[in-house]
């Protein structure tokens, strides 16, 4: 079975400093994982994923992640936090077995952004 | 805007009563997923459709049914309503059944159960 966990359920910054959200990962078979983010109201929209190419992942938004297998992370960071970036983030994983693409989700963090 | 479509955005019903949601997938997209979202469970998978086949199943009542139809789009039947059943329910599409293929979400059912 494969499972995500998300590290803070809240994380607050300042507008123009790091944003580093927390996500580990337990998988039996080689995992993709996928940043997904949330605005209010709206439906989930992919940030970017890992599948295996290459460890360090750009996205979309200035948003990159490390997959670091070692120690079973995939941390979504960005250099300089925006007020729009405020939104729900989750990761989730991917694969193996009879998963057909189906994503294991963790409980998202919601990321706040202070002027 | 993701290419997929939900309809309808909000339902509101009583217990005991049944409902259809209804998804479209982005042109293209031969599989169909329905996720349930809520605030004590949070973000589970129901169901997976490919091509007109059920693919995988997670935790999905057997209250709850879908299907995917010849033209692609899909919809979810939840019976018997009760109140916990109230969520947000996402349907998401991909081009490919793998676990490596990118699965593009619509804005969701609010389904309210009174």
């Known amino acids: 079975a494969q499972s995500v966990t998300q590290l803070g359920s809240h994380v607050s910054v300042s507008e123009g400093a790091l944003v580093l959200l927390r996500c580990n990962y337990s998988?039996?078979?080689?995992?993709?994982l996928f940043w997904y983010v949330q605005y209010p109201n709206q439906g989930l929209q992919l940030l970017l994923k890992?599948?295996?190419?290459?460890?360090l992942v750009k996205g979309i938004n200035g948003f990159e992640a490390e997959f670091k297998k070692s120690e079973t992370s995939f941390h979504l960071t960005k250099p300089s936090a925006h007020m729009s970036d405020a939104a729900e983030y989750f990761c989730?994983?991917?694969?193996?077995?009879?998963?057909?693409?189906?994503?294991?989700f963790g409980q998202g963090t919601i990321l706040t952004v202070h002027p | 805007d993701s290419g997929v479509t939900q309809t309808p955005k909000h339902l509101i019903t009583a217990t005991g009563q049944r409902v259809t949601l209804r998804c479209s997938p982005r042109?293209?997209?031969?599989?169909v997923y329905w996720y349930q979202q809520s605030l004590d469970q949070g973000l589970q998978f129901l169901i997976q459709y490919y091509n007109g086949e059920e693919r995988a199943k997670g935790n999905i009542l057997e209250r709850f049914s879908a299907q995917q139809f010849p033209d692609l789009h899909s919809e979810l039947n939840l019976s018997s309503l009760e109140l916990g059943d109230s969520a947000l329910y996402f349907c998401?599409?991909?081009?490919?059944?793998?676990?490596?293929?990118?699965?593009?979400f619509g804005q969701g059912t609010r389904l309210t159960v009174v």
């Open positions: 998401a599409s991909s081009i490919r059944d793998t676990p490596n293929t990118e699965a593009f």
């Open positions: 998988s039996s078979v080689p995992p993709y």
């Open positions: 042109s293209g997209d031969l599989s």
């Open positions: 989730a994983v991917s694969g193996g077995g009879t998963s057909y693409g189906k994503l294991t």
């Open positions: 890992y599948t295996s190419a290459a460890t």
